[in-house]
């Protein structure tokens, strides 16, 4: 008996290594993402799910924490020390990054076929990032809009009615909120909200140029002019109408005070939408996506690619390139933004599927590229490296705190910081 | 330090009347096992603080470079207004921890070793926060302290409307806060060393001090606590250690804000390093903290090592 079960328990174990074997004959891709929440790891399963049905087996090394600080620390280290994973999540900077350092592959080849290059597939500027110094190097997942206002419906009513179209409207209709005792703007004082929240502003009070030659071309007189004096004077008004629990408060709290009715309105990118959605929330029913005050006809964008590592066998590569080509997949991008929220990176992918916030940003995006108005957002690492983006974090963080401290002085502690880098 | 504790006991224990050879060869086993612990200890520790020296003195931004640039990243460093703020935090919530949770756990302590019933229980009530984790730590207290969640509504609800609690928001008081988190979870720990050290103190001197006509204070003070020297050595070093890497506590409660109310030298290695593509000035700032830790510990453990030679003569 007892010898019988020895052989059965052998039999077991060769088996298993039989498998083992089967298994690594499969090709496997590691693949880091820092994208760990219920409905972004819902979204993600609709590329694994494709990827494994290819015959791909997909090893996952997400790593969650700190907006994907956590991932990147992680992702370092081990490109330090000669292994990286096959595949990354990258937001633009970083993607022209790595590929500037040479550690990606190109995805020449897939996009050609896939004709990636074609009008209307691609955004100039996310294709900016994507193709850099004459290679595709990115593989774009989805747009994410930065300039959304979202507001509670039934206190919109009660509050007039129509979405505040500029700073001074929102600042009119929040006095009205703050004397009878409702909060005018559910805000968390996290250092990368309170940079959304000036950058918002600053879109708003500056609009497009302004953006472009402050904050993505560092143009010395615009960063000390008086529109970026405005700006800082603007978001300190702002800053006016948050309640006394805001500090380290993370964002999905602040949409959850929306819905609840406990804030009338929160400035968030459209990440907010999964949390309606989670809630059975009805947009235009139980809440209202509408531009962000003063940026009507702008379209403040991030994104995500995947960026593929150097170093696989050819097999390997080839199963790169077949993700690469899942991922700008139109039924794919349908499919993962549903879920996800945020609008496919693809220009040609059909509106209808997707709800009315979803459908509003597909629109307003095509309206934006036709009009140049399409503006990479600072905050979430498409306009600026990450050290520059910090100068701007620390500076506006320390203006939001410090109560005493002037838009000039802001100001000279950006140039600063700018100067040192 | 553990590796040659453990030679210098076998040395006194070990058998003393083998032969040559066989005390030969107890020595060589002694060597082999003390040489993997010092090999890695040179690598990992040692090795790794040379290399974070050496970056720090380059322009290295994401990956590790070797331009050498000399001071100019220190430079950066202290005229980074973030980087001062960080220091002085971390010189408030070391001062205020250390000595808080110095003074409660010795009270405790006290008060435990007064032959209480239920001694037990009381002693695992006021160890037990520190077997949870600093993020669940820093997470309750971040709820427990926000005004609009916490305390402040809950003395609100009941009817105090005028109770007004709202540190954790304010940023000129919110490193208090965290001192009082940490204090919470730290004094536990002073605590099991004063009442292991006061169980050591031999009862016939404090009867003797009784027999003198000493009060219980006066016992205390002048009897006792000279007696207790060695565990407030190791309570303070123990507790500076843990002040100075205080990391996930601030990350789980305030994230640093608001502002840089909060900000430790810590948190601002780990940005600068991992966000933002700094990693020569990140660099700098470990350095930084490594050189404070030296400069606090060094007189420290050299007067230690002092009495215990003298003590040895």
């Known amino acids: 008996m007892n010898r019988k079960r020895n052989l059965m328990g052998a039999l077991a174990v060769m088996s298993v290594m039989g498998a083992g074997t089967a298994f690594a004959q499969q090709p496997t891709l590691e693949l880091m993402h820092f994208w760990t929440s219920g409905g972004e790891s819902n979204a993600m399963q609709v590329i694994k799910d494709a990827v494994q049905a290819a015959g791909i087996a997909w090893q996952d090394a997400a790593v969650a924490g700190g907006a994907g600080m956590n991932a990147y620390q992680v992702l370092q280290a081990r490109i330090a020390a000669g292994n990286p994973p096959a595949g990354m999540q990258m937001h633009s900077a970083q993607i022209r990054q790595f590929a500037q350092e040479g550690l990606l592959i190109d995805l020449d080849a897939v996009a050609s076929a896939q004709g990636w290059d074609k009008e209307g597939v691609l955004d100039p500027q996310l294709k900016a990032y994507a193709y850099t110094d004459g290679h595709w190097v990115g593989a774009p997942f989805n747009t994410h809009r930065h300039n959304w206002l979202w507001i509670n419906k039934a206190l919109l009513d009660k509050y007039g009615g129509t979405p505040p179209a500029t700073w001074e409207d929102f600042f009119a209709m929040a006095d009205k909120m703050k004397a009878d005792g409702v909060i005018p703007i559910a805000h968390g004082g996290q250092a990368w909200q309170e940079l959304f929240l000036w950058e918002a502003v600053a879109n708003g009070v500056g609009g497009p140029a302004f953006h472009k030659a402050a904050i993505e071309e560092l143009d010395p007189e615009a960063l000390s002019g008086d529109t970026m004096k405005q700006v800082f004077d603007t978001y300190r008004k702002v800053l006016s109408y948050v309640d006394p629990g805001y500090p380290n408060r993370d964002w999905n709290l602040s949409i959850a005070m929306v819905m609840d009715g406990q804030a009338a309105m929160a400035l968030a990118g459209d990440w907010a939408l999964g949390e309606f959605n989670v809630a059975g929330k009805q947009a235009n029913v139980d809440y209202v996506c509408a531009n962000g005050p003063g940026t009507d006809g702008q379209f403040v964008w991030l994104a995500d690619y995947w960026g593929f590592f150097k170093g696989l066998d050819e097999q390997g590569v080839k199963a790169q390139q077949k993700l690469a080509e899942i991922t700008m997949d139109p039924a794919i991008q349908e499919e993962f933004n549903i879920r996800k929220g945020s609008i496919p990176a693809r220009l040609d992918v059909k509106p209808d599927k997707f709800g009315f916030c979803g459908q509003k940003g597909i629109a307003d995006r095509a309206a934006a590229v036709a009009a140049g108005t399409m503006v990479p957002s600072l905050s979430q690492n498409s306009a600026q490296t990450t050290d520059v983006r910090g100068v701007f974090e620390d500076a506006v963080n320390e203006f939001a705190n410090t109560p005493d401290m002037t838009a000039d002085e802001a100001i000279a502690k950006i140039n600063q910081g700018l100067a040192e880098l | ?313």
């Open chain 2, 1 to 313: 330090m553990t590796a040659a504790e453990i030679t210098s006991a076998n040395d006194a224990g070990g058998p003393r009347h083998g032969g040559r050879l066989r005390r030969r060869l107890a020595q060589r086993v002694n060597i082999a096992f003390v040489v993997p612990t010092v090999v890695i200890v040179v690598v990992f520790v040692y090795g790794f603080v040379s290399w974070s020296a050496v970056l720090s003195f380059t322009d290295s931004k994401t990956f590790p470079s070797f331009n050498f640039v000399g001071f100019q990243q220190y430079q950066s460093l202290w005229s980074n207004s973030r980087w001062h703020a960080s220091v002085e935090n971390l010189a408030i919530f070391t001062i205020g921890f250390v000595g808080l949770s110095t003074l409660v756990g010795l009270l405790l302590a006290i008060l435990l070793d007064q032959r209480i019933k239920a001694e037990g229980l009381f002693r695992t009530i006021y160890l037990y926060p520190l077997a949870i984790s600093f993020i669940v730590t820093g997470t309750a207290w971040k709820w427990a302290l926000n005004p609009g969640l916490g305390l402040e509504k809950l003395m609100h609800d009941w009817g105090f409307e005028s109770f007004n609690f709202d540190w954790i928001a304010n940023p000129n008081r919110a490193i208090y806060t965290l001192i009082i988190a940490a204090v919470w979870q730290g004094s536990g720990f002073a605590m099991a060393v004063f009442l292991a050290a006061l169980r050591g103190v031999d009862a016939e001197i404090v009867k003797a001090a009784k027999i003198d006509g000493a009060g219980p204070f006066r016992t205390y003070w002048s009897v006792v606590m000279p007696l207790l020297r060695p565990a407030f050595l190791t309570v303070l070093i123990i507790m500076v250690a843990l002040a100075i890497r205080t990391f996930d506590l601030m990350v789980a409660m305030t994230g640093g804000g608001p502002g840089f109310a909060t900000d430790l030298p810590t948190n601002f290695m780990y940005q600068f390093a991992f966000g933002r593509q700094r990693l020569g000035l990140a660099a700098a700032s470990a350095i930084m903290i490594f050189v404070t830790v030296l400069a606090l510990m060094i007189p420290f453990i050299a007067s230690e090592l002092r009495r215990e030679s003298r003590d040895q003569r």
